[in-house]
């Protein structure tokens, strides 16, 4: 909550730095028209959600459905644009609303009084009631707030049900980003109870024998009882066009329509578990989901692995260079990239781009764990050069070389065979690292081993997978770097 | 060939070199001797610029390298090449490719003809059989000889050596030692830094005795061997003939 807060303060701290001329709440149907212009409504989401947001497989194509997505579509109808879906982590939904990288946040949430400060609502389109969880061994137990004193309960980080679980007396929070984890320290005995969004704890306890859920009874402000959509501040114009296509919903009351629909995209899911084969089954059913996966964080780290081995190279010869300012200007670089965590560097670039220009998800995290990456490899490119005996750059200039071909042909293939293990490292660091382009939602292995989670209702196996996977990566990885650790063996 | 006008080099407040004037002629071989520390490497450095000199000129062949442009001055090393003590091979490269990389990389030479070349070089060095071995597996005699032979592939009009036989092992003097003087009997002007006093008495056309950054005493080795007129010269050869 607190990394929340202060990434909201740092946005809108760069907000002021950068955009202090526009006028934010400058209200002359704008934003609608913009969107019409756009021809394109994004919305953003968080996929891990049902009965509201989930994926599954339709037509044969894996798609974020569920009842909100049905309602956005309608929506996006009554606009008469495309309709965009991007699925990214709840937790950085609204700093991507604000960052302009998506139009509107559809993703079950309660317009809480806090939320309201940073962002408008639409109309609840819908009332809800909020859970509690526990496994269902303990269903005897626990029956109520009170029953649950003083225990260790669960909930999702930023959302509403951390504020309502204030009301357990005495207990201890454990807030994490995502419903799935929440729901494996439950069943696992990391924690007693979860407090949850009503439809969606049902969703999940039709789904799990372990599990059993009942109404909370929390004492909650009128305003927090329901779920609405989240826009800009000073929006208007596109606040109204939204409450009206909402008036609609309600008056046809289509929500019903839409919760069975979305029942009946749960139930696909679930026929591919099979009781008795269950780890064939698996695999068959959501080998897709890990091939994705696994092709994205190949993408990402080899694009990475490319750019930033030129990045670090040149970052090298400018620390190495005689002019002070451009090795200044080096050095300044790799230290602050080095002293920043990459998890904000991923955000920072994503978020500040949408608000110049729409960079893609994968597009910003590829940039972002290259730069990074270029400043570790250019440290450790200089280390190479430096280690090279200063006779060899002698022999070579006194044969006439330039400086730029000794460099070329003497010191930096000499330099590459030293490195060469500090360097497979790097290589294989950056495999795992780009894992964090996931907050993003970019479908990189992590990320779709959190939508396998979600929709499969398992909660181990799938990170057991994706461990395998990574380390089948890295330790092919390996072997090829050691085989040409070989080859450039003379000694 | 190679003329040196009031040479002065410092290494921060030490001054190495303190007034250098003197000319190498054409086919002239040339040993400079003296004790540890009195600027004798210094100097041969400073003659192709690997060091820069903090004042006075060089002129190789009529052109100042002094102030001479990066690009100009890469072209007159060509023409100069150097034997360093720690022989300084490319490690990374065999011993034929020690000899082609400069001249394809830097003066255009057709690499086939640089191959040639080189094997013929490795074959008047004593190693045509060596010409695929990586520097690692040959001696130190034999990494020299390479080392020589690495500079001649440029085709130089003089040849540098500084202290070409003081990394070596005893028995391994001799074989460099011989092909230098090959290379001045085939009429290399050359320039040597060397503690080998035989091969100063044998080889060279002329002995230059440097002590403290100065070139003390010059003549043919003859004068300087049996009749030194320096005291200082006199006080350096009493101790190491």
């Known amino acids: ?491 | 060939m190679i003329k040196v006008n009031h040479l002065k080099k410092s290494f921060g407040k030490n001054e190495v070199l303190k007034d250098i004037n003197e000319e190498f002629s054409q086919g002239e071989v040339v040993v400079v001797i003296g004790p540890s520390g009195s600027g004798k490497s210094t100097f041969l450095r400073c003659l192709n610029l690997l060091e820069e000199p903090s004042d006075g000129e060089i002129v190789f062949e009529g052109t100042t390298l002094t102030g001479l442009n990066e690009k100009d001055l890469n072209q007159l090393r060509q023409k100069m090449g150097m034997v360093f003590q720690q022989f300084n091979l490319f490690p990374h490269k065999t011993a034929k490719q020690n000899l082609t990389i400069a001249p394809v990389k830097s003066k255009g030479v057709d690499k086939h003809q640089a191959d040639q070349t080189a094997v013929k070089l490795l074959r008047q060095v004593g190693l045509g059989d060596k010409e695929d071995a990586y520097p690692a597996s040959l001696s130190g005699g034999q990494q020299q000889r390479v080392a020589i032979a690495r500079a001649l592939a440029m085709d130089p009009d003089v040849m540098l050596f500084d202290e070409p036989t003081s990394a070596l092992d005893p028995e391994m003097v001799g074989e460099v030692l011989k092909v230098m003087k090959d290379l001045a009997q085939s009429g290399m002007t050359m320039v040597v830094v060397t503690h080998e006093m035989g091969f100063a008495r044998e080889v060279a056309d002329r002995v230059l005795f440097m002590d403290d950054g100065y070139i003390v005493e010059s003549g043919t080795p003859d004068m300087i061997f049996s009749n030194p007129q320096n005291e200082r010269t006199q006080d350096f050869l009493s101790k190491v003939l």
């Open chain 1, 1 to 491: 909550m607190k990394g929340v807060k202060g990434f909201i303060a740092l946005l809108i701290l760069f907000s002021i730095l950068f955009i202090p001329a526009e006028p934010v709440s400058a209200e002359d149907g704008s934003a609608l028209q913009r969107v019409q212009d756009q021809g394109v409504l994004v919305v953003g989401t968080s996929a891990d959600f049902p009965p509201f947001e989930f994926y599954a497989v339709v037509d044969g194509e894996r798609q974020v459905v569920g009842m909100d997505m049905m309602i956005a579509q309608k929506i996006a109808d009554d606009l008469g644009v495309e309709l965009q879906i991007q699925d990214i982590g709840f937790d950085s939904l609204l700093p991507a609303l604000e960052a302009r990288n998506v139009d509107v946040v559809i993703a079950g949430m309660t317009p809480t009084a806090e939320r309201r400060r940073n962002v408008d609502f639409s109309d609840i389109y819908f009332r809800t009631f909020q859970n509690i969880m526990i496994r269902a061994e303990d269903e005897d137990i626990y029956d109520s707030i009170e029953s649950l004193r003083g225990l260790t309960v669960g909930v999702q980080s930023g959302s509403l049900q951390e504020e309502l679980a204030e009301q357990i007396p005495d207990a201890e929070i454990m807030s994490l980003t995502d419903l799935n984890d929440l729901l494996l320290a439950l069943k696992t005995n990391r924690i007693e109870a979860i407090v949850m969004q009503g439809p969606n704890a049902e969703a999940h306890a039709g789904h799990d024998e372990d599990l059993h859920t009942f109404v909370g009874g929390f004492e909650m402000d009128d305003d927090d009882q329901g779920s609405a959509i989240a826009f800009r501040k000073g929006e208007d114009s596109l606040v109204d066009a939204v409450n009206e296509s909402l008036a609609e919903i309600k008056e046809q009351n289509l929500i019903e329509e839409y919760l069975a629909k979305a029942g009946e995209y749960m139930a696909q899911t679930e026929l591919d578990e099979d009781g008795e084969e269950i780890e064939a089954g698996f695999i068959a059913s959501y080998w897709e989901y890990f091939l994705d996966g696994t092709l994205i964080t190949l993408l990402i780290s080899a694009s990475a692995v490319f750019f930033g081995l030129i990045l670090g190279s040149l970052l090298a010869l400018m620390r190495l260079s005689k002019v002070f300012l451009v090795k200044q200007l080096a050095t300044a670089y790799v230290e602050f990239v080095r002293g920043t965590p990459l998890l904000i560097q991923v955000m920072f670039i994503y978020f500040a781009s949408g608000m110049f220009f729409n960079l893609p998800a994968l597009t910003a995290g590829i940039i972002a764990v290259s730069l990074n990456s270029g400043a570790y490899i250019a440290e450790i490119i200089r280390s190479g050069i430096n280690s090279v005996n200063k006779g060899q750059d002698e022999a070579a200039r006194s044969l006439g070389m330039s400086k730029n071909d000794s460099m070329r042909y003497i010191v930096f293939p000499q330099a590459l065979k030293n490195i060469w293990p500090a360097l497979g490292n790097e290589f294989i660091t950056i495999i795992k690292e780009s894992s964090i382009v996931s907050v993003i939602g970019v479908g990189e292995l992590i990320f779709q081993t959190r939508v396998v989670r979600s929709i499969s209702f398992q909660g181990i196996l799938p990170l057991f997978i994706t461990m395998l996977i990574y380390f089948a990566l890295t330790f092919s990885l390996t072997k090829l770097l050691n085989f040409y650790e070989g080859r450039m063996n003379h000694d």
